[in-house]
């Protein structure tokens, strides 16, 4: 199952309506999330692992209920923040990717093969034992983005995942999340060229989803929208 459905949503912060009454389902595997700064789509986003808890109406992620079950969601769904250092916590590159493993009662061999087989998948074996500070921004999002993985998640919530990034290491980013990841992904980003390569995409404005469906069309209602 990997439905996302969110019912008459409603978060507000002090002084502000941050999402407003929003009822959306979604089943695709790459999903979308544009607007203008400030439109909602970080909280949106936040709302789908229990980052933030909505003021009032409900959240389902692949069946998990997001308030009454936030710790059950957060290990089903992976975030990626814009800033991969935010999310580097340990000295070494193997030593932060089996920082996520803790407390599952795995083996120090089950760690080391799993942490092996995760570098692996996103490229990043010959760089198991450098200082993590050491590499390149895109080389720090590989292992973000592998750090998330290993827990197994069945959704990635991404926010912004290349905002940090040059126009090579934004591909790479890319071509991972959009191709080759096996997971279901929502991503929040205001690169359209990226959003494009979605199967649908939700825009949204002053809080409100006000457009959603083929990436296409949505983003060139976007485009036009902000040209007036
Ligand atoms: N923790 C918070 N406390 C107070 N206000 C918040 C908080 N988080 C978000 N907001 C406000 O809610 C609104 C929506 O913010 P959000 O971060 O969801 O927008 P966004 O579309 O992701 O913007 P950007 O493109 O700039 O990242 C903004 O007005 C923001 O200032």
């Given at each position: 199952m990997r439905e996302i459905e969110l019912t008459a949503v409603t978060v507000e912060f002090p002084g502000r309506v941050a999402l407003r009454d929003l009822s959306v389902r979604l089943d695709q595997q790459r999903i979308a999330v544009i607007g203008a700064n400030g439109s909602g789509k970080s909280t949106f986003a936040r709302t789908l692992n229990g980052l933030?808890?909505?003021?009032s109406g409900e959240v389902?992620?692949?069946g998990v209920d997001a308030v009454r079950h936030a710790r059950?969601?957060?290990?089903?769904?992976?975030?990626?923040?814009?800033?991969?250092?935010?999310?580097?916590?340990m000295p070494t590159v193997a030593e932060d990717v089996a920082f996520s493993l803790r407390g599952r009662g795995l083996s120090r061999a089950e760690i080391r093969e799993r942490v092996?087989?995760?570098?692996?998948?996103?490229?990043?074996?010959e760089y198991a034992e450098a200082p993590?500070?050491?590499?390149s921004g895109g080389q720090k999002q590989l292992?973000?983005?592998?750090?998330?993985?290993?827990?197994?998640?069945?959704?990635?919530?991404?926010?912004?995942?290349?905002?940090y990034l040059d126009a090579a290491n934004s591909r790479r980013i890319a071509r991972f999340l959009l191709d080759e990841m096996p997971q279901q992904l929502v991503l929040a980003t205001?690169?359209?060229r990226l959003a494009a390569r979605c199967e649908v995409?939700?825009?949204?404005?002053?809080?409100?989803?006000?457009?959603h469906g083929d990436p296409g069309p949505v983003i060139a209602r976007y485009e036009r929208d902000q040209d007036q």
């Open positions: 933030v808890t909505p003021t389902r992620v692949h059950q969601l957060r290990r089903r769904v992976g975030f990626v923040f814009s800033n991969p250092d935010t999310q580097i916590i092996a087989d995760a570098l692996a998948r996103v490229g990043l074996t993590a500070h050491t590499l292992l973000a983005l592998c750090a998330v993985l290993i827990g197994e998640p069945s959704l990635v919530v991404a926010d912004e995942p290349t905002a205001h690169d359209l995409a939700l825009r949204f404005e002053d809080g409100r989803l006000v457009d």
